[in-house]
Protein backbone atom coordinates (compact mmCIF):
# COMPACT_ATOMS: atom_id res chain seq x y z
CA UNK A 1 0.00 0.00 0.00
CA UNK A 2 1.48 3.38 -0.99
CA UNK A 3 0.11 7.01 0.53
CA UNK A 4 1.49 10.41 0.25
CA UNK A 5 1.28 12.80 3.20
CA UNK A 6 1.67 16.30 2.68
CA UNK A 7 2.86 18.98 5.31
CA UNK A 8 2.94 22.73 4.76
CA UNK A 9 2.41 25.30 6.95
CA UNK A 10 2.77 29.02 7.97
CA UNK A 11 0.33 30.17 5.17
CA UNK A 12 -0.42 33.15 7.24
CA UNK A 13 -4.06 34.35 5.63
CA UNK A 14 -4.64 38.08 5.92
CA UNK A 15 -0.91 39.13 5.48
CA UNK A 16 -0.39 40.97 1.73
CA UNK A 17 3.35 38.69 2.16
CA UNK A 18 1.26 35.45 3.07
CA UNK A 19 -0.21 33.08 1.10
CA UNK A 20 -4.00 34.33 -0.77
CA UNK A 21 -5.91 32.94 -2.89
CA UNK A 22 -7.69 34.80 -5.86
CA UNK A 23 -10.94 33.15 -5.20
CA UNK A 24 -11.27 33.96 -1.39
CA UNK A 25 -14.25 36.14 -0.67
CA UNK A 26 -14.17 39.06 2.03
CA UNK A 27 -16.56 41.74 3.19
CA UNK A 28 -16.98 45.13 4.45
CA UNK A 29 -19.39 47.81 4.58
CA UNK A 30 -18.50 49.79 1.41
CA UNK A 31 -18.06 47.01 -0.95
CA UNK A 32 -20.00 44.42 0.47
CA UNK A 33 -18.55 40.96 -1.07
CA UNK A 34 -15.17 41.24 -2.36
CA UNK A 35 -12.26 39.50 -4.48
CA UNK A 36 -9.04 40.49 -2.42
CA UNK A 37 -6.42 42.54 -4.60
CA UNK A 38 -3.11 40.16 -4.92
CA UNK A 39 0.31 41.54 -4.31
CA UNK A 40 3.24 40.92 -7.15
CA UNK A 41 4.99 38.90 -4.35
CA UNK A 42 1.02 37.18 -3.35
CA UNK A 43 0.60 36.25 -6.85
CA UNK A 44 4.12 34.42 -7.24
CA UNK A 45 3.05 32.52 -3.98
CA UNK A 46 -0.01 31.32 -5.47
CA UNK A 47 1.40 30.30 -8.28
CA UNK A 48 4.20 28.24 -6.84
CA UNK A 49 1.50 26.83 -4.24
CA UNK A 50 -0.78 25.63 -7.39
CA UNK A 51 2.75 24.28 -8.90
CA UNK A 52 3.50 22.39 -5.69
CA UNK A 53 -0.10 20.66 -5.39
CA UNK A 54 0.59 20.05 -9.39
CA UNK A 55 3.42 17.89 -8.30
CA UNK A 56 2.08 16.27 -5.51
CA UNK A 57 -0.91 15.02 -7.38
CA UNK A 58 1.83 13.50 -10.23
CA UNK A 59 3.79 12.14 -7.78
CA UNK A 60 0.68 10.53 -5.99
CA UNK A 61 -0.83 9.15 -9.26
CA UNK A 62 -3.59 6.75 -8.19
CA UNK A 63 -2.34 6.52 -4.24
CA UNK A 64 -4.54 8.70 -1.24
CA UNK A 65 -3.43 11.55 -0.22
CA UNK A 66 -3.55 13.14 3.38
CA UNK A 67 -2.60 16.66 4.03
CA UNK A 68 -1.70 18.31 7.11
CA UNK A 69 -1.07 21.88 7.86
CA UNK A 70 1.18 22.22 10.40
CA UNK A 71 0.22 25.62 11.82
CA UNK A 72 -0.34 29.48 11.34
CA UNK A 73 -3.34 29.41 8.85
CA UNK A 74 -3.96 32.86 9.62
CA UNK A 75 -2.21 35.97 10.54
CA UNK A 76 -4.42 37.52 13.15
CA UNK A 77 -4.07 41.38 14.22
CA UNK A 78 -1.64 41.31 17.00
CA UNK A 79 1.09 42.11 14.59
CA UNK A 80 -0.36 44.95 12.23
CA UNK A 81 2.53 45.26 9.88
CA UNK A 82 1.36 44.14 6.56
CA UNK A 83 -1.96 43.18 7.37
CA UNK A 84 -4.55 43.31 4.28
CA UNK A 85 -7.55 43.57 6.32
CA UNK A 86 -8.32 43.80 10.08
CA UNK A 87 -11.25 42.06 10.50
CA UNK A 88 -10.60 38.36 11.95
CA UNK A 89 -13.56 36.88 9.64
CA UNK A 90 -11.85 37.90 6.48
CA UNK A 91 -8.30 36.14 7.88
CA UNK A 92 -10.42 33.34 8.39
CA UNK A 93 -11.95 33.05 4.57
CA UNK A 94 -8.27 33.40 2.86
CA UNK A 95 -7.28 31.04 5.37
CA UNK A 96 -10.22 28.61 4.23
CA UNK A 97 -10.02 29.35 0.30
CA UNK A 98 -6.26 28.35 0.39
CA UNK A 99 -6.76 25.10 1.53
CA UNK A 100 -9.75 24.81 -1.07
CA UNK A 101 -7.99 23.49 -4.11
CA UNK A 102 -6.72 20.41 -2.22
CA UNK A 103 -10.08 19.31 -2.21
CA UNK A 104 -10.61 19.56 -5.83
CA UNK A 105 -9.15 16.02 -6.31
CA UNK A 106 -10.55 13.10 -5.38
CA UNK A 107 -7.69 11.58 -4.15
CA UNK A 108 -7.28 13.98 -1.44
CA UNK A 109 -8.97 12.20 1.44
CA UNK A 110 -8.09 13.98 4.78
CA UNK A 111 -7.07 17.64 6.20
CA UNK A 112 -5.87 17.85 8.98
CA UNK A 113 -4.90 21.67 10.59
CA UNK A 114 -2.38 21.41 13.68
CA UNK A 115 -2.83 24.64 16.11
CA UNK A 116 0.69 27.17 16.08
CA UNK A 117 1.80 30.45 17.30
CA UNK A 118 -1.13 32.55 19.37
CA UNK A 119 -0.42 35.66 18.17
CA UNK A 120 -1.41 34.46 14.52
CA UNK A 121 -4.46 31.65 15.85
CA UNK A 122 -6.21 33.91 17.91
CA UNK A 123 -5.10 31.74 21.04
CA UNK A 124 -5.59 27.97 21.82
CA UNK A 125 -5.49 26.69 18.26
CA UNK A 126 -9.03 29.62 17.59
CA UNK A 127 -8.08 29.80 13.89
CA UNK A 128 -7.54 26.56 12.67
CA UNK A 129 -10.19 25.37 14.78
CA UNK A 130 -12.65 27.61 12.92
CA UNK A 131 -11.17 26.97 9.59
CA UNK A 132 -11.66 23.30 10.07
CA UNK A 133 -15.56 23.97 10.77
CA UNK A 134 -15.49 26.27 7.65
CA UNK A 135 -14.54 23.76 5.42
CA UNK A 136 -15.91 20.38 6.74
CA UNK A 137 -16.28 17.18 6.20
CA UNK A 138 -12.70 15.51 6.75
CA UNK A 139 -11.26 17.83 8.38
CA UNK A 140 -10.16 17.90 11.51
CA UNK A 141 -7.98 20.25 13.93
CA UNK A 142 -5.32 18.77 16.32
CA UNK A 143 -2.81 20.48 18.54
CA UNK A 144 -0.54 18.10 18.43
CA UNK A 145 -1.49 15.19 16.31
CA UNK A 146 0.74 11.44 16.43
CA UNK A 147 -0.47 10.15 13.29
CA UNK A 148 -0.50 6.13 12.51
CA UNK A 149 0.34 5.69 8.79
CA UNK A 150 -0.51 2.18 8.16
CA UNK A 151 1.82 1.86 10.98
CA UNK A 152 4.71 4.50 10.54
CA UNK A 153 4.18 6.77 13.88
CA UNK A 154 5.06 10.78 12.55
CA UNK A 155 4.55 13.21 15.38
CA UNK A 156 3.25 16.94 13.97
CA UNK A 157 3.87 20.39 16.36
CA UNK A 158 4.13 23.67 14.68
CA UNK A 159 7.05 24.55 17.25
CA UNK A 160 10.44 23.32 17.21
CA UNK A 161 14.14 23.71 15.97
CA UNK A 162 15.82 26.11 14.27
CA UNK A 163 17.25 25.41 11.02
CA UNK A 164 20.80 26.81 11.23
CA UNK A 165 22.06 30.23 11.37
CA UNK A 166 24.77 29.75 9.17
CA UNK A 167 25.38 27.66 6.09
CA UNK A 168 28.30 25.54 8.21
CA UNK A 169 25.66 24.89 10.55
CA UNK A 170 22.52 23.95 8.93
CA UNK A 171 20.81 21.13 10.52
CA UNK A 172 23.02 20.99 13.46
CA UNK A 173 20.45 22.26 15.97
CA UNK A 174 17.56 19.99 14.00
CA UNK A 175 19.87 16.97 14.79
CA UNK A 176 19.99 17.86 18.48
CA UNK A 177 16.55 17.91 18.57
CA UNK A 178 15.81 15.16 17.20
CA UNK A 179 18.37 12.96 19.22
CA UNK A 180 16.97 14.71 22.14
CA UNK A 181 13.25 13.13 20.91
CA UNK A 182 14.69 9.88 20.66
CA UNK A 183 16.22 9.68 24.09
CA UNK A 184 12.92 11.47 25.77
CA UNK A 185 9.42 9.65 24.11
CA UNK A 186 8.61 6.71 24.77
CA UNK A 187 8.30 5.38 21.78
CA UNK A 188 10.00 8.04 19.83
CA UNK A 189 8.26 8.54 16.34
CA UNK A 190 9.32 7.45 13.26
CA UNK A 191 9.29 10.90 11.48
CA UNK A 192 9.16 14.33 13.24
CA UNK A 193 7.75 17.40 11.66
CA UNK A 194 8.42 21.04 12.81
CA UNK A 195 7.33 24.51 11.10
CA UNK A 196 7.51 28.06 12.44
CA UNK A 197 10.97 28.35 11.19
CA UNK A 198 9.90 29.91 7.72
CA UNK A 199 13.03 27.69 6.38
CA UNK A 200 13.76 23.80 5.03
CA UNK A 201 15.68 21.23 6.56
CA UNK A 202 15.78 17.39 7.03
CA UNK A 203 18.10 15.30 9.56
CA UNK A 204 18.50 11.34 9.60
CA UNK A 205 19.64 9.57 12.72
CA UNK A 206 20.64 6.32 13.24
CA UNK A 207 21.95 5.22 16.59
CA UNK A 208 21.63 3.52 20.13
CA UNK A 209 18.68 5.57 20.55
CA UNK A 210 16.94 4.36 17.43
CA UNK A 211 15.92 5.53 14.28
CA UNK A 212 14.25 8.64 12.83
CA UNK A 213 13.94 12.08 10.46
CA UNK A 214 12.90 15.29 11.45
CA UNK A 215 11.67 18.07 9.11
CA UNK A 216 11.30 21.05 9.56
CA UNK A 217 8.63 22.82 6.69
CA UNK A 218 9.01 26.25 4.94
CA UNK A 219 6.67 28.69 4.84
CA UNK A 220 4.13 30.35 2.43
CA UNK A 221 5.15 33.82 3.70
CA UNK A 222 7.32 36.47 1.97
CA UNK A 223 9.23 38.33 4.59
CA UNK A 224 8.07 41.81 6.28
CA UNK A 225 10.04 44.01 8.05
CA UNK A 226 10.14 42.05 10.73
CA UNK A 227 11.17 38.89 9.46
CA UNK A 228 14.05 41.16 7.34
CA UNK A 229 15.27 42.65 11.17
CA UNK A 230 15.45 38.67 12.53
CA UNK A 231 16.92 37.41 9.45
CA UNK A 232 19.62 39.83 9.70
CA UNK A 233 18.37 40.75 6.24
CA UNK A 234 18.57 37.36 4.42
CA UNK A 235 18.92 37.50 0.99
CA UNK A 236 16.50 34.71 -0.21
CA UNK A 237 14.05 33.51 1.47
CA UNK A 238 12.89 29.13 0.95
CA UNK A 239 8.94 28.49 0.12
CA UNK A 240 6.79 25.19 -0.37
CA UNK A 241 5.86 21.85 1.22
CA UNK A 242 7.18 18.56 1.47
CA UNK A 243 5.42 14.89 0.55
CA UNK A 244 6.15 11.93 2.14
CA UNK A 245 6.01 9.16 0.27
CA UNK A 246 4.85 5.90 3.17
CA UNK A 247 4.82 2.38 1.33
CA UNK A 248 3.44 -0.30 3.55
CA UNK A 249 4.49 1.34 6.92
CA UNK A 250 7.68 2.60 5.98
CA UNK A 251 9.17 5.68 4.72
CA UNK A 252 9.93 5.61 1.20
CA UNK A 253 10.59 8.69 0.34
CA UNK A 254 10.75 12.56 1.25
CA UNK A 255 9.84 14.82 -1.52
CA UNK A 256 10.13 18.34 -0.97
CA UNK A 257 8.32 20.94 -3.57
CA UNK A 258 10.26 24.19 -3.06
CA UNK A 259 11.08 27.85 -4.72
CA UNK A 260 13.72 29.89 -3.78
CA UNK A 261 13.20 33.60 -4.49
CA UNK A 262 16.21 36.32 -3.96
CA UNK A 263 15.08 39.06 -2.23
CA UNK A 264 17.55 41.72 -3.38
CA UNK A 265 16.14 44.12 -6.28
CA UNK A 266 19.31 44.71 -8.58
CA UNK A 267 20.50 48.51 -8.89
CA UNK A 268 22.65 49.84 -11.26
CA UNK A 269 24.70 52.95 -10.35
Known sequence: MRRIIVVLSDTHGGSRYGLCSPDARLTDDDRGEYAPTLTIGQRWL??????AIDGVLALAGKS???VVHNGDVCQGTRYPDGLMTTRL???LAIAAANMAPWFTHKGVKSLTLVSGTGAHDFGEGSAEEAVACMLGRNVQMVSHPLLDVDGLSVDVAHHGPHTGIRAWTEGNVARLYLLDRLMRDD??????VRSHRHDYVRVTLHGRYGTADLLVTPSWQLPGSYVRQVTQSASAVVCGLVALEVVDGRLAGVHPFTDKVDLRRRVTL
Request: no cysteine.
Open 46 to 51: WDAYTA
Open 64 to 66: RVD
Open 89 to 91: ADH
Open 187 to 192: PPADVY
